[in-house]
């Protein structure tokens, strides 16, 4: 496979020029950065001298379909929408890992404050979560990549939707990041000084991942009722990794192994999720470089609620590896391809 990655300086397309190093099937053909073209790759990040010797692009759809079969559009959300269309009319196959495709128009735009892609784009558009639409994902030509809270809530979470064991409006999911979340761009929220020493909580109720989330459970829900979620995002002051944290009231009486049940399951056939057993809770540094998404859980008999927790790592499960594993999927190959890796403990 050829492939294009659009927006390589970025953090996420940085690891997705990373992760497609280990990829038997792949090779990069094009790599761009608008404000960066002409500069070498290994030069704006020597880290990749002797591992990538590609120069910075323009990106150009026409060029780009003359050298790749699938482009990795790894740019801002709101520029992803003025790329992605002629991308496809050149009969490229795209996996965006921004927003834009993520939502229907109207949400999109009141959520991103952004315009929104056009109707006939967005139609084509498969939401890119293999473990919940892999047989979608297969025979798209357009994938919205997930978000990375919406990662690993959604994974989190679906299963005790799809099967009615909880009540979804009752639905709390507490959240916290590491900076690189945020993305390469500076603001003073992410300065050093302000966020090291610190823990802080913010968009708090206004997450525009929160309709993302919202869309996929109200889709499996069986009541077909729209699920409507309190969530709150943290920054922590460490560089990658995403936990999640939520809490829904249980349908029934149900015990933790009547739940981890149900989960071993629902994931039987997802090579990245990995189901903790009871008493034993994932955290971020057991996922950090690789593509698992790693799940415990617990129910409280005295409040007859459920807490789940959820681990991945942002850049990767949470983005450019998902992103592979829907290449993948693309492609015909085993969605393991290339992600085989193990995590990067210390």
Same mark, same amino acid.
């Given at each position: ?10 953090? #996420? /397309?940085?690891?997705? !020029?990373?992760?497609?190093?280990? =990829?038997?099937?792949?090779? $990069? ?17 020597? =880290? ?24 990795? !559009? ?7 929408? @003025? ?23 109207? $949400? ?68 916290? +990041? ?15 000084? &302000?966020? *090291?020493? @610190? ?9 525009? *991942? ?5 869309? $996929? ?18 920054? !922590? ?15 029934? +009486?149900?015990? #933790? ?7 071993? &399951?629902?994931?039987? @056939? ?5 189901? *903790? ?54 492609? /015909? ?14």
């Amino acid at each position: 496979m050829q492939i294009a990655i659009l927006g390589a300086t970025g953090y #996420t /397309g940085l690891e997705v !020029v990373r992760l497609l190093q280990h =990829h038997e099937q792949a090779e $990069v053909t094009y790599v761009s950065s608008d404000s960066q073209a002409g500069a070498h790759l290994a030069d704006v990040y020597p =880290h990749l001298r002797g591992v990538l010797a590609h120069t910075l692009e323009v990106a150009d759809p026409v060029e780009i379909a003359k050298r790749a079969d699938y482009a990795l !559009v790894a740019l801002p959300s709101g520029v992803s929408t @003025n790329v992605v269309p002629g991308l496809l009319a050149a009969g490229v196959r795209v996996i965006d890992l921004a927003g834009d495709h993520r939502l229907p128009s109207a $949400v999109y735009a009141a959520w991103y404050q952004k315009t929104p892609p056009s109707s006939s784009v967005l139609a084509s558009a498969i939401y890119g979560l293999p473990e919940l639409y892999a047989d979608q994902i297969a025979d798209a030509k357009l994938i919205a990549n997930p978000g990375c809270y919406p990662t690993a809530t959604l994974l989190s979470l679906l299963p005790l939707v799809k099967h009615g064991l909880i009540d979804p409006q009752s639905l709390i999911i507490d959240a916290k +990041s590491g900076l690189s979340g945020a993305g390469k761009a500076l603001s003073a929220g992410t300065h050093f000084v &302000e966020v *090291h020493e @610190n823990f802080k909580a913010y968009k708090v109720g206004e997450h525009q *991942h929160i309709p993302e989330i919202e869309q $996929v459970l109200t889709d499996v829900n069986p009541s077909g009722e729209p699920v409507t979620i309190s969530f709150t995002t943290h920054l !922590v002051p460490m560089i990658r990794g995403i936990l999640t944290t939520s809490y829904a009231k249980l349908t029934g +009486s149900y015990s #933790t192994e009547d739940l981890l049940a149900v989960y071993r &399951e629902f994931y039987r @056939n997802a090579p990245f999720v990995r189901l *903790h057993a009871a008493g034993h809770w994932p955290q971020t540094r057991d996922v950090t470089a690789s593509n698992y998404c790693d799940i415990g859980l617990r129910v409280d008999p005295r409040t007859q609620r459920v807490t789940v927790i959820g681990a991945i790592d942002n850049l990767v499960k949470g983005a450019g590896g998902q992103a592979i594993q829907n290449l993948n999927l693309l492609a /015909g190959l085993a969605q393991t391809t290339g992600l085989t890796t193990a995590p990067v403990y210390l």
